[in-house]
C-alpha cells in the first residue's frame, strides 16, 4: 500500500522559513521523481517543483525559484520543500506527490503565513 | 510558460445529465494532457491521462478527447459522486507541468 505523508506546515510569520517533509512508502522511491504541488485556500492547483529520481535535476515555478528549494534522502525515502523568505501568497495546502508514471498523492500540509 | 485556459470555470448540472468541460492550452502540447477529479478537503485523483485513455478503475461515463490545443472532458451520465472540481494538467515538456484553473461540477 503506498503511502506518502506530509508534515511540517503551521503558522509562520512572512519572511520566516518552514521546512516540509513528505515520507514516502509502498514503492521503490529512489526511481521516481518527485513533485510538490500546492492548493491555496479555496483557489486551484499550482505545481511548484520537481526533483529527479536522483537528486540531480530540479525545477520550479517562476515564484518560488531563489525561495524554495526541494531536496530528497533516498536512504529515508523523503523528499524535503526548504521554503524560505515566506509571502503571505504561499499560503496553501501544500501536497507531494509521484504524477508519473503512478498517480500517487500525500493528504497535504496547510501552510499559513501571516503576521 | 504553457497556459491552460478551462471553461467554464463552473458549471450546475442534474444527477443523469452529460457534462462536457473544455481545456485550451496557449500552444500545441500533442496530446500529453491529463485529467484529474478533486473532491473537496482531498487529493487529486487521475482520470485521464495521454488525452483519452482512462486510468484503470475509473468509470467509463468519463471520457476524453482532442489533441493539439483543444481538449475535453465528457462525463456521459453525471452521478452523485462526480460533483467535484476538474482540472486539466498540461505535461508536454515534464517535469515542467501547468494545471488548468479548474471548472466545479456543482448540482442544479
Known amino acids: 500500500q503506498v503511502q506518502l505523508v506530509e508534515s511540517g506546515g503551521g503558522v509562520v510569520q512572512p519572511g520566516r522559513s518552514l521546512r516540509l517533509s513528505c515520507v514516502v512508502s509502498?514503492?521503490?522511491?529512489?526511481?521516481?521523481?518527485m513533485h510538490w504541488v500546492r492548493q491555496a485556500p479555496g483557489k486551484g492547483l499550482e505545481w511548484v517543483t520537481f526533483?529527479?529520481?536522483?537528486?540531480?535535476?530540479?525545477y520550479y515555478v517562476d515564484s518560488v525559484k531563489g525561495r524554495f528549494t526541494i531536496s530528497r534522502d533516498n536512504s529515508k525515502n523523503t523528499v524535503y520543500l526548504q521554503m524560505n523568505s515566506l509571502r503571505t501568497e504561499d499560503t496553501a495546502v501544500y501536497y507531494c506527490?509521484?504524477?508519473?508514471?503512478?498517480?500517487?498523492w500525500g493528504q497535504g500540509t496547510l501552510v499559513t503565513v501571516s503576521s | 510558460d504553457i497556459q491552460m485556459t478551462q471553461s467554464p470555470s463552473s458549471l450546475s448540472a442534474s444527477v443523469g445529465d452529460r457534462v462536457t468541460i473544455t481545456c485550451r492550452a496557449s500552444q500545441g502540447i500533442r496530446n500529453d494532457l491529463t485529467w484529474y477529479q478533486q473532491k473537496p478537503g482531498k487529493a487529486p485523483k487521475r482520470l485521464i491521462y495521454?488525452?483519452?485513455t482512462l486510468q484503470p478503475g475509473v468509470p467509463s461515463r468519463f471520457s476524453g478527447g482532442g489533441s493539439g490545443t483543444e481538449f475535453t472532458l465528457t462525463i456521459s451520465s453525471l452521478q452523485p459522486e462526480d460533483f467535484a472540481t476538474y482540472y486539466c494538467l498540461q505535461h508536454i515538456n515534464y517535469p515542467l507541468v501547468s494545471f488548468g484553473g479548474g471548472t466545479r461540477v456543482e448540482t442544479k
Open positions: 526533483i529527479s529520481y536522483d537528486g540531480s535535476d530540479k
Open positions: 506527490a509521484l504524477m508519473s508514471p503512478f498517480d500517487y
Open positions: 495521454g488525452a483519452s
Open positions: 509502498g514503492y521503490t522511491f529512489n526511481r521516481y521523481g
